[in-house]
């Protein structure tokens, strides 16, 4: 019997869960035509924003984009910015593709991938000029807080990706959360709140269906907007 003792392995923790959702064939012909213009392979050296669109200009990341109701909104409200959108599940890149060829939009670049990773490798340090993170999932039980994005350690990171003056923008219907990552985002020295704690929604990020539906509940939707010092 081998008596040698090896490290445990680290155990990562992911804020995301791959679902099996099903992809329309309007999404499968997208991700079969477009994909090879518009999403990036993963990999572990840092993008050339100049060289991915073909242009200089200010970038702005989103991170978990679900279907890209809005990012392509907030792309075609502001056609001087790039975009990159970062999302783990297929249906979403393809769905975000069916917009991207329905607007003409050419401002938009994708990445199938696990958003941390992203950050860590495909990001340069001081290269972005904004990053949005709309409705992440809450993980509303107690026990799978640890799973949330909006922590102090990835906020951090995420920090030093931003230009001088750049912002971190997140948004989440679920009050609880929004009170944690007001708490996280607060805590980190090179972030300034720009509101005295949940700002207005800002103009260009659009009021989704299901957020409409919940404000004619009576649900709560809190912005955070943070600027880097």
Known sequence: ????????????????????GRTTRGQQKALNTLSEHFVL????QALDWKMVFQRDAPCIMEIGFGMGDATAHIA??????NFLGVEVHTPGIGALLQHIDAQQLSNIRLVQHDAVQVITEMVAPESLEGIHIFFPDP???KRH???????????AQLATRLKSKGYLHCATDWQEYAQQMLTVLSAEPTL?????????RPHYR????FEARGLRLGHG?????????
């Open 221 to 229: 939707v809190w912005d955070l907007v943070f600027q880097k010092k």
């Open 139 to 141: 993980w509303h039980k």
């Open 145 to 155: 807080h640890k799973r949330r994005l909006i922590q102090a350690e990835f906020v």
């Open 41 to 44: 392979p993963y990999q572990t």
């Open 192 to 200: 300034q709140n720009t509101a005295d704690d949940y700002a207005p």
């Open 206 to 209: 659009p009021i989704t269906k």
């Open 76 to 81: 075609k409200l502001m056609p001087t910015h």
């Open 1 to 20: 019997m081998d008596s040698t003792h090896y490290p445990p392995v680290p155990r990562t923790i992911r804020s995301f869960v791959t679902r099996a």
